[in-house]
């Protein structure tokens, strides 16, 4: 029992969305810093980046280092290979002229192997706009997508697992039908064994083909938590299975249909948000009343999402949302993951059809329907969600908002950042 309750809190780590881990240590360590401490700076004020490195805690003396500085993913405006004679140099790193961000990279050579890390300075990052269009019938289409799921049965069916049980929650596989007869949506629900009513938190995934454990942790501590998979397959089978997946049929269903806006793969997978918050609010144990959503990445995306889709939720967190625009780099600036208009993007030659489909999806569009409070993270560093298209969705909410900011961290989060995210959906969903 030891051993699986082990298996289980591992593949917990490695599964919730917010676990994205932080990167390993290394022995050789390189620092970039900006000359202010917040890493903020106006526009057309200048920046200073530092670069350091390190061994055993002591600057290393005549490192070489190749630094390259421009706007994040976007070709360099200055690069250089330099020697650090003490270890240690400062390079006016330029500025900008209108909001965004600024990137320095740094790669250090050390006996032959290569140590990077990074810095981005934002310039007046709350005065960045979207570039997504905003269609005039985006409400209808939705609002029409509803309608038509809110006609198909749930068909619910639910599997004890036992061995996930813990002595205050029951753990169950759950599969729903979705969006069309015969289509499935599977997860996994942990439910408190006390008889009585309370909230719930929908966790919505981040990209990937992968098995879920469940959020145990929080439904132990009085919340029915659903954590969903978003292919349509079961999400407690061996890992090896998804690996396969990943690699074969689900490789880049990202992409899937972008050309139709009817039956591009991301319909399927908003639907099913919904369609979880229709299983999760029907459950007996629930209070009736106090609904979450959270995720990081997709999973940040989807929080949001599903938030402007479905009245029923009243708070939502959200790490560094990706699917967000996306058509940046069709303005010469950065887009959200999975960069489909990037110029190294084969789908950049086939837009045409594609930005009719993605208005329809961005999560600018949905964030600017938001009607109610949201906690959101992220660092400056992500380079797989830049935040220049983070505070592109940012800057359109009007409902009530907060912002923790983990300046150096990329895609993966610090504990700190989980902790004030889930303490804050706790406080929000118990009413203390």
């Known amino acids: 029992m030891r051993k699986n309750l082990a298996i289980i809190f591992i593949v ?3 599964t919730t969305p917010m676990s994205f881990a932080q990167p390993s240590e290394k022995f050789i360590k390189v620092a970039v810093s900006a000359d202010h401490p917040d ?14 490195v390190y061994k055993n805690g002591s600057l290393v ?48 050579d050390i006996d032959g192997k290569e140590y990077r890390n990074l810095c981005t300075a934002g310039f007046d990052p709350l005065s960045i706009a979207p570039t997504v269009e905003n269609p005039t019938d985006f409400d209808t289409f939705w609002d029409d997508a509803k309608t038509e799921l809110a006609k198909i049965p749930m068909d619910i069916k639910m599997t004890l697992l036992p061995e996930r049980c813990t002595e205050l929650t029951n753990v169950y596989h759950v599969n729903l039908q979705n969006f069309k007869v015969g289509t499935r949506l599977y997860g996994i629900l942990c439910v408190p064994k006390k008889e009585g009513k309370y909230p719930a938190l929908l966790q919505v995934p981040g990209a990937g083909v992968r098995a879920y ?53 991301y319909k399927r997978v908003y639907m ?25 990445s ?36 950065a887009g959200g993951w999975p960069h489909y208009f990037d110029k190294n993007n084969r789908l950049f030659n086939e837009k045409k059809e594609k930005l009719e489909t993605i208005k329809y999806y961005d999560v600018v569009n949905f964030a600017r329907r938001l009607k109610i409070p949201g906690y959101y993270s992220w660092g400056f560093n992500d ?18 908002k907060s912002l923790y900011l983990a300046l150096d961290t990329g895609h993966w989060t610090y504990p700190e950042q989980n902790e004030k995210m889930y303490d804050w959906l706790r406080e929000k969903l118990s009413g203390k």
């Not at 006016?92 to 209108?98: E, R, S």
């Not at 948000?273 to 609904?291: E, M």
């Not at 797989?384 to 359109?396: D, F, I, K, Q």
Request: aromatic share 10%; net charge neutral.
């Open 12 to 14: 917990w780590a490695i």
């Open 39 to 52: 890493w903020v700076y106006k526009v057309g004020e200048k920046v200073k980046f530092t670069i350091d």
């Open 61 to 108: 003396k005549n490192a070489q280092v190749r630094y390259e500085i421009g706007p994040e993913k976007q070709e360099p405006t200055q690069k250089e290979t330099i020697v650090l004679l003490s270890g240690s140099k400062t390079i006016d790193g330029g500025t900008m002229i209108t909001g965004g961000f600024l990137r320095c990279v740094a790669i250090a």
């Open 213 to 265: 454990a469940g959020d145990i942790a929080n439904a132990d501590k009085g919340i029915i938590t659903f954590q969903i998979g978003i292919h349509g397959i079961p999400v407690t089978m061996d890992a090896g299975v998804y690996t396969d997946l990943g690699a074969g049929i689900l490789n880049g269903y990202f992409n899937y249909n972008m050309d139709d806006k009817n039956r591009f793969f």
């Open 272 to 296: 099913g948000c919904v369609r979880a918050n229709d299983f999760l609010t029907s459950l007996q144990q629930y209070d009736g009343t106090n609904l979450g959503v959270v995720g990081g």
């Open 298 to 333: 997709q999973g940040g995306a989807l929080s949001i999402i599903t938030a402007a889709l479905d009245s029923r939720v009243k708070w939502l967190g959200a790490f560094y949302p990706a699917l967000s625009d996306v058509t940046g780099y069709l303005k010469g600036r």
């Open 383 to 400: 380079e797989t969600c830049p935040p220049t298209l983070m505070y592109s969705v940012y800057n359109v909410i009007s409902a009530p």
